[in-house]
T-cell receptor, first 115, second 114 residues
Framework: DARVTQTPRHKVTEMGQEVTMRCQPI?????VFWYRQTMMQGLELLAY????????DSGMPKDRFSAEMPDATLATLKIQPSEPRDSAVYFC?????????????FGPGTRLTVL | AQSVTQLGSHVSVSEGALVLLRCNYS??????LFWYVQYPNQGLQLLLK??????LVKGINGFEAEFKKSETSFHLTKPSAHMSDAAEYFC????????????FGTGTRLTIIP
């Protein structure tokens, strides 16, 4: 059964440390989205990729965040250095032109706590 | 630009009562509209979607939504609430062509009173 997977599911780190979150999109999906969810801001789109190329990363703080797709089966979101305000749940979602009507499939999320 | 507004960040209904979650959208082009549900500590799951076919859309778990262009609304309803419906619900909009990003509302937390 095809699912988006994310690792790690939980991460606790100290301020200043580097954090890397990974996402495996559904096989065959060519679009990957990164979202951040917090109580205060709700669900925010950070960046998205199509065919591994970044299409829009305007929602992402450029000084400390970076997103890449090294290959079609892996997307990464990196924070360096991390800050307490980065504490949130980070979701990855994938989609495909063969999946009609722009439906996105969400992973279970990575819950990040920065102390 | 597109946007959605969800009226009511928290809604409480009694078990067996009607569920009504409100969503109004703004879009300069014909939209696709979605309702997603998020259970505690989980990702978002698609409930239903409007894609310009039928205006009344039926989804999973007994939910349905009606697209009303004149009111720019896409409200979510369920005739009889169940305890398992307690979750957060998100309305989202996108343009009606391929692989576009979704714009989400702020969410409505649904509580079911026994």
């Amino acid at each position: 059964d095809a699912r988006v997977t994310q690792t790690p599911r939980h991460k606790v780190t100290e301020m200043g440390q580097e954090v890397t979150m990974r996402c495996q999109p559904i096989l065959g999906h060519n679009t990957v989205f990164w979202y951040r969810q917090t109580m205060m801001q709700g669900l925010e789109l950070l960046a998205y990729f199509r065919n591994r190329a970044p299409l829009d990363d305007s929602g992402m703080p450029k000084d400390r965040f970076s997103a890449e797709m090294p290959d079609a089966t892996l997307a990464t979101l990196k924070i360096q250095p991390s800050e307490p305000r980065d504490s949130a749940v980070y979701f990855c979602a994938s989609g495909s032109p063969r999946v009609i009507h722009n439906e996105q499939f969400f992973g279970p999320g990575t819950r990040l706590t920065v102390l | 630009a597109q946007s959605v507004t969800q009226l009511g960040s928290h809604v409480s209904v009694s078990e067996g009562a009607l569920v009504l979650l409100r969503c109004n959208y703004s879009s300069s082009v014909p939209p696709y509209l979605f309702w997603y549900v998020q259970y505690p500590n989980q990702g978002l799951q698609l409930l239903l979607k409007y894609t310009s076919a039928a205006t009344l859309v039926k989804g999973i778990n007994g939910f349905e939504a009606e697209f009303k262009k004149s009111e720019t609304s896409f409200h979510l309803t369920k005739p009889s609430a169940h305890m398992s419906d307690a979750a957060e619900y998100f309305c989202a909009v996108t343009r009606n062509f391929g692989n576009e990003k979704l714009t989400f509302g702020t969410g409505t937390r649904l509580t079911i009173i026994p």
